[in-house]
């Protein structure tokens, strides 16, 4: 976990190219879209630990959150049962 912490605040805070898919994008979170796995990761930990240690996770991620939704816009292709993160883009 503080690892896809670590990966996901380095994204976000890094040039936008980093954001950005590839055009040979393969599709596959885990090998093109490592920022949106390692959010995954976070989300899928917040939701498996107890209330206080998921909230705790929860406001450590917040500010990367706020600087990838502002970096971001949404994509009105995505389903809206994906993750908030999964339904954003970088132009």
């Known amino acids: 976990m503080a690892r896809a912490f670590t990966f996901w605040k380095r994204m976000v805070q890094g040039p936008t190219r980093f954001l950005r898919f590839?055009?040979?994008?393969?599709g596959v979170k885990e090998c093109?879209?490592?920022h949106l796995a390692a959010r995954d990761l976070l989300e899928d930990a917040a939701l498996r630990l107890p209330a206080r240690a998921a909230r705790e996770l929860r406001e450590?991620?917040?500010?990367?959150?706020?600087?990838?939704?502002?970096?971001?816009?949404?994509?009105?292709?995505?389903?809206v049962s994906a993750f908030w993160w999964n339904r954003r883009f970088v132009p």
Do not use: L
């Open 22 to 26: 590839r055009e040979d994008d393969c």
């Open 60 to 79: 450590a991620v917040r500010p990367y959150d706020e600087i990838f939704e502002s970096r971001s816009i949404a994509d009105p292709g995505m389903p």
């Open 32 to 34: 093109c879209r490592g």
